[in-house]
C-alpha cells in the first residue's frame, strides 16, 4: 500500500502514555505501519557495556477513530519485518535462574530465516512483537510493564497473522508497539530474547458487544488468555480465570464442567518470568468455541 500511514521508531515512548499526542490516527480496518527501536538502534549497545542504561521503548500512540472506552479492540497483526542483526543481554540480578548471571552482551547474525547463535547454532526465526498495548485510564505504565492494558506481554505466538484484543481505555485507544524478537523462548528466561529492530504492519477495529477484561491473542488456531501478576501464580490464575470466564459464556455451562474441558483440553505456560511482573498464558483451542470473536480469520470489512 503506497499510501499506508507509517510511524518511524522515532516516535518512541518509555511508556503507554495517555496524554501524548497522537503520532498517526486511522480508521478502523485501515492498515497502518510502525517502526520499533530495538538494543542496537542508536549504537550505544556496542559501545559500552552498561547494558542497564538500555531500554526498548514503544512506538505511538496511534489514535483509532471512533474507539472509545469501555469498548474492545481487535489489533490483526499483518506483517513483521526485521532487521538482519540482533542483540542478547544478561545482567546481575535478572533472569531465572538460582545463582544469577553475570554482565554480557552478544550481538547475532540473522541470514536465510535464521538466527546464527554460534558457528554450528542456527535458530530458525519466528518474528513477534514483545510489547503492544493501549493507553490506560489511569497512569502512564513504564513500557517494560504488563497489565490489563497489554504491554509487555512477551507473547510469543503475537506473529504475523495473529490478532490482539484489548478493552479500551482511553479515547481512540491510543495504541503503541514495539520490542520486536526475531525469535524466543516461551519464559524470555535470561532477560532477553533475540532483540530487533524492524517494523510492523497492524490494522484495528472495534468489537461491538464483547467485553474482555485483559489481553486476549489469537494466534495458530488458539485463544490465548495473558494474566499478569507478582508471581507466576498469581498470573496464572488472573490467565485461568479469564480463559474460564470466556469459555463459560460461549458454551453456557457450569463453572465446573467449564473448568473439566480446561483441564482436559487448555494448556497453562509462561510468557516471561523475569520481569517486575510475570505473564502466564493459557492456550485453548479455537474449536472449542462456538462463536465470534474467537474465529482466526481476519475481520472483513
Known amino acids: 500500500m503506497l499510501n499506508m500511514l507509517h510511524a518511524s521508531h522515532e516516535s518512541a515512548s518509555g511508556s503507554f502514555d495517555r496524554d501524548a499526542t497522537p503520532v498517526i490516527e486511522v480508521s478502523q480496518g485501515e492498515q497502518f505501519s510502525l517502526g520499533a527501536r530495538s538494543l542496537l538502534t542508536g549504537g550505544l549497545f556496542e559501545s559500552t557495556g552498561e547494558y542497564e542504561k538500555l531500554s526498548i521503548p514503544v ?58 547463535f554460534d558457528d554450528d547454532i542456527r535458530i530458525p526465526i519466528r518474528p513477534m512483537i514483545g510489547k503492544i498495548g493501549v493507553a490506560p485510564a489511569d497512569g502512564n505504565p513504564n513500557s517494560s510493564t504488563v497489565g490489563m492494558h497489554g504491554g509487555n506481554m512477551d507473547c510469543k505466538d503475537v506473529t504475523a497473522g495473529s490478532a490482539v484484543i484489548l478493552p479500551v481505555q482511553s479515547a481512540n485507544a491510543l495504541l503503541y508497539a514495539g520490542d520486536l524478537h526475531a525469535v524466543q523462548g516461551d519464559g524470555e528466561c535470561s532477560l532477553t530474547a533475540v532483540e530487533v529492530e524492524g517494523s510492523v504492519v497492524l490494522s484495528c477495529h472495534v468489537l461491538p458487544g464483547v467485553t474482555v477484561k485483559r489481553p486476549v491473542v489469537l494466534s495458530g488456531g488458539s485463544v490465548i488468555t495473558i494474566g499478569d501478576g507478582e508471581t507466576l501464580d498469581d498470573a496464572a490464575r488472573l490467565a485461568l480465570d479469564d480463559m474460564l470466564e470466556l469459555l463459560q459464556a460461549d458454551r453456557k455451562w457450569t463453572r465446573e464442567k467449564t473448568a473439566m474441558l480446561m483441564s482436559a483440553a487448555a494448556d497453562v505456560s509462561v510468557s516471561q518470568l523475569v520481569n517486575a511482573r510475570a505473564s502466564v498464558k493459557v492456550s485453548l483451542a479455537a474449536r472449542y468455541f462456538t462463536s465470534a470473536p474467537f474465529s482466526l480469520e481476519p475481520h472483513q470489512h
Do not use: Y
Open 59 to 116: 512506538t505511538g500512540p496511534v489514535a483509532v477513530r471512533g474507539a472509545n472506552p469501555g469498548d474492545t479492540l481487535r489489533i490483526d497483526v499483518h506483517e513483521i519485518r526485521i532487521a538482519d542483526r540482533g542483540a542478547m543481554v544478561t545482567l546481575p540480578g535478572r533472569g531465572g535462574f538460582t545463582g544469577g548471571l553475570g554482565r554480557s552482551g552478544r550481538v547475532v547474525e540473522i541470514a536465510d530465516g535464521s538466527v546464527r
